[in-house]
């Protein structure tokens, strides 16, 4: 029986944590352990951990200072023992109780994958789910480059060596898995496995020029297409300007032309 390390890294996520945690701990596959890794919440985050820790021994509480999120999940993927891995941010949480079931079930199928990804729905604070989003099974590594198509807390992998760039702040997990793609036998499934909630505050909402840049950075360093690397330059710089002058129109006509060019191109150019 294939044993799961689920990682959840949180800061000052007390609203949203219970959710995750009941998600996770509730799940009818029992052999997992649950890593949380906490930048020293003070919100009350801590009280709700310690809670679900004392009751259930599967959870490892981990509360010290670090320097953002891939750090924590870092430190977590240096403490995992299971078989399978995977992480949930502290404002997400598993579809149903039956989800580690469903994946343990498709890395044992007979194509063996290295990584298990499934399809994910969105919801709002409130839990509203909102939007399907399906993984896009089959889609070529080359394209998933450009265009991040993977909802993170949908995917499972094979425990390796592996580890979150940390110098970045907003594409650490795209990085991640462009590499991780790479050589490794995937497996999509049909199956919605998480609820990503979204809204103002989180960090994947927030389209800004630290994150255009990020983008243009990363295309430059896996350097699959010159095209789509200037492009990601000029989103970048148009996003850094209209932030200095105070022009949102300016992002929302770049962000027109990146929506064009992405189905102009056939998902060829892509700055998302």
Same mark, same amino acid.
């Not at 469903?102 to 939007?131: H, M, N, Q, R």
């Not at 000029?234 to 064009?260: G, I, T």
């Given at each position: 029986?294939?044993?799961?390390?689920? @990682?959840? +890294?949180?800061?000052?996520?007390?609203?949203?944590?219970?959710?995750? @945690?009941?998600?996770?701990?509730?799940?009818?596959?029992?052999?997992?352990?649950?890593?949380?890794?906490?930048?020293?919440?003070?919100?009350?985050?801590?009280?709700?951990?310690?809670?679900?820790?004392?009751?259930?021994?599967?959870?490892? &509480?981990?509360?010290?200072?670090?320097? =953002?999120?891939?750090?924590?999940?870092?430190?977590?993927?240096?403490?995992?023992?299971?078989?399978?891995?995977?992480?949930?941010?502290?404002?997400?949480? &598993?579809?149903?109780? $039956?989800?580690?079931?469903?994946?343990?079930?498709?890395?044992?199928?007979?194509?063996?994958?290295?990584?298990?990804?499934?399809?994910?729905?969105?919801?709002?604070?409130?839990?509203?789910?909102?939007?399907?989003?399906?993984?896009?099974? =089959?889609?070529?590594?080359?394209?998933?480059?450009?265009?991040? &198509? @993977?909802?993170? +807390?949908?995917?499972?992998?094979?425990?390796?060596?592996?580890?979150?760039?940390?110098?970045?702040?907003?594409?650490?997990?795209?990085?991640?898995?462009?590499?991780?793609?790479?050589?490794? $036998?995937?497996? &999509?499934?049909?199956?919605?496995?998480?609820?990503?909630?979204?809204?103002?505050?989180?960090?994947?909402?927030?389209?800004?020029? $630290?994150? $255009?840049?990020?983008?243009?950075?990363?295309?430059?360093?896996?350097?699959?297409?010159?095209?789509?690397?200037?492009?990601?330059?000029?989103?970048?710089?148009?996003?850094?300007?209209?932030?200095?002058?105070?022009?949102?129109?300016?992002?929302?006509?770049?962000?027109?032309?990146?929506?064009?060019?992405?189905?102009?191109?056939?998902?060829?150019?892509?700055?998302?």
């Amino acid at each position: 029986m294939k044993k799961f390390t689920v @990682i959840t +890294p949180t800061w000052n996520q007390a609203e949203y944590i219970e959710d995750t @945690i009941q998600s996770v701990i509730g799940q009818t596959y029992k052999n997992l352990e649950y890593i949380i890794v906490d930048n020293c919440s003070d919100d009350g985050t801590r009280e709700i951990v310690e809670k679900y820790a004392k009751e259930d021994d599967r959870i490892l &509480y981990i509360r010290e200072p670090d320097k =953002g999120q891939a750090e924590a999940i870092n430190k977590g993927l240096e403490r995992a023992t299971g078989d399978i891995v995977c992480w949930l941010n502290s404002d997400d949480y &598993y579809y149903d109780d $039956k989800v580690l079931e469903k994946v343990a079930d498709a890395f044992a199928s007979p194509e063996a994958p290295d990584i298990v990804v499934g399809d994910a729905w969105y919801c709002d604070k409130e839990k509203k789910l909102t939007e399907y989003n399906k993984s896009n099974r =089959g889609v070529p590594q080359w394209v998933i480059s450009r265009w991040y &198509y @993977i909802v993170q +807390p949908s995917v499972f992998w094979k425990r390796s060596k592996l580890r979150l760039d940390e110098s970045y702040t907003y594409a650490f997990d795209w990085k991640f898995f462009i590499l991780m793609f790479e050589q490794a $036998k995937v497996k &999509y499934t049909e199956e919605a496995y998480s609820v990503y909630r979204m809204y103002e505050d989180n960090k994947t909402g927030q389209d800004n020029a $630290k994150r $255009k840049y990020e983008i243009y950075r990363l295309q430059e360093e896996i350097g699959v297409s010159k095209w789509n690397t200037a492009w990601c330059k000029h989103v970048y710089k148009v996003y850094e300007a209209a932030e200095k002058k105070n022009r949102p129109q300016d992002k929302k006509r770049v962000d027109f032309w990146s929506r064009l060019l992405f189905h102009l191109t056939g998902k060829r150019i892509c700055s998302f």
